[in-house]
């Protein structure tokens, strides 16, 4: 879907507000005193938030940064379904000043229309992590290279891999500091686990899309970002990118999981808490699940290796939060202000440590002493986004993922994908 050519910026709200106040202005003897003197020359600004789980960080933010800019009102805008309201307030123009968004391809196609700012030539990207940017830039969906700009600022980080319970780990005689580093390695370790009666992976297949992500932390090495623009060209298809993983997949949930692997993320998590596995391949943002459980739970996070070659490994990593403006913003001054307030390190360090998140500059920083095992990735910028942020939503590649693992079919998973996606391609006019 592309919204750049549906997106206008009318004058009619600022055209209204110009004539109330003129009124009140000759209502009051040409003085505007009488009108709300408090508010004179105070700046609202529209902040459109997506991430639920960080609703009261942002808002408490915000209240933070008024006491230190009382011309500066911040009306934070909570959305519970991100996508579709960003989509609907840009159609009836109603941009946001400030925006935070997902690192993912509603990001990339809303990027490639237009609507964000273009923060590309800003000093500030000479402070960022490069492997960030280099994300947030490949997902703006076109498949010219002079056009992947850089039109949001990454904010948090996130990464897929595995989560491991140390305490396991350590009962069953493994090491927890030096995790396997090569995907023959990891097989052995689940092999071992399993000969001792330990359950190698906790599976929640009851939640299909908990699936994406040992697809995704796989792909990082398999895939390079930049076949995706050769599967949206038609140059490739799934069954040439994915067909690898494909496999992995089903060897690893056909032999290594609980007896039930079709339980709920709510009770993988509680599972692994608990020490009844020892490894739940999830990403990041299950850490925080996780401790709720178990304040205690002593976690360590690994990065999931899917070659032999060691230099090959990358980590799937994501912008999980990225900061933005509106392209055509009024207040692009005040909005640029709250902007380098959000990005401050201590400010960006609170985050990182309320989210379980890694900091976006080039020092980065982790909330969580558990994802100092993947740390030496983020530094060298060893860093490839989610494949499933290059595959539209509307495919339901979780339930073509469960279909995977619980049958085997590899030739049914990959032409099943690259049948929904070439329907969407067909609809798509460039």
Request: glycine share 6%; aromatic share 10%; proline share 4%.
């Amino acid at each position: 879907m592309r919204t750049g050519s549906h997106i206008q910026h009318g004058r009619l709200a600022r055209t209204f507000a110009r004539t109330v106040t003129a009124a009140c202005a000759v209502m009051m003897g040409l003085s505007v005193a009488g009108c709300g003197t408090a508010n004179a020359g105070t700046v609202t600004l529209d902040f459109f938030q997506y991430k639920a789980e960080a609703a009261d960080w942002f808002t408490a933010k915000a209240r933070e940064f008024e006491k230190t800019h009382p011309n500066i009102k911040i009306n934070v805008n909570n959305s519970s379904d991100a996508t579709t309201d960003l989509r609907t307030r840009l159609v009836k123009n109603r941009e946001p000043d400030v925006i935070t968004i997902n690192g993912d391809i509603n990001y990339g196609m809303l990027a490639e229309a237009g609507v964000f700012h273009d923060f590309t030539g800003d000093k500030i990207v000479d402070k960022l992590n490069p492997g960030m940017v280099k994300i947030a830039k490949n997902l703006v969906q076109t498949t010219d290279q002079s056009k992947k700009r850089l039109y949001a600022i990454p904010y948090a980080g996130n990464a897929s891999g595995y989560i491991i319970n140390v305490d396991v780990w350590k009962q069953a005689g493994e090491d927890p500091e030096n995790p396997p580093q090569t995907w023959s390695e990891f097989i052995a370790l689940l092999k071992r686990f399993k000969a001792k009666g330990i359950t190698p992976i906790e599976a929640s297949t009851g939640d299909p899309w908990t699936l994406q992500a040992p697809l995704s932390s796989l792909n990082s090495t398999l895939v390079p970002e930049s076949e995706y623009t050769n599967l949206k060209n038609g140059t490739k298809k799934f069954s040439d990118l994915w067909t690898p993983v494909s496999k992995k997949l089903i060897e690893i949930y056909q032999n290594y999981t609980q007896k039930n692997p079709a339980v709920t993320y709510q009770q993988a998590t509680q599972d692994l808490a608990a020490g009844k596995a020892a490894i739940l391949p999830l990403g990041t943002y299950a850490i925080p699940q996780v401790r709720l459980i178990n304040k205690n739970a002593n976690l360590r996070f690994a990065q999931m290796p899917a070659t032999d070659n060691i230099k090959e490994q990358q980590l799937t990593a994501g912008d999980d939060v990225m900061l933005t403006m509106g392209a055509h913003t009024k207040h692009e001054k005040e909005a640029r202000e709250f902007i380098d307030f959000l990005m401050s390190e201590k400010v960006v360090k609170d985050y990182s440590r309320q989210q379980s998140a890694f900091t976006p500059y080039k020092n980065t920083y982790v909330g969580d002493e558990a994802l100092n095992g993947v740390l030496s990735f983020y530094k060298a910028g060893k860093l490839t986004d989610f494949c499933d942020h290059y595959v539209p939503g509307s495919i339901n590649t979780a339930g073509f993922l469960q279909t995977l693992v619980q049958s085997g079919n590899v030739a049914n998973f990959v032409n099943g994908m690259q049948a929904e996606y070439d329907k969407i391609e067909a609809r798509n006019f460039r």
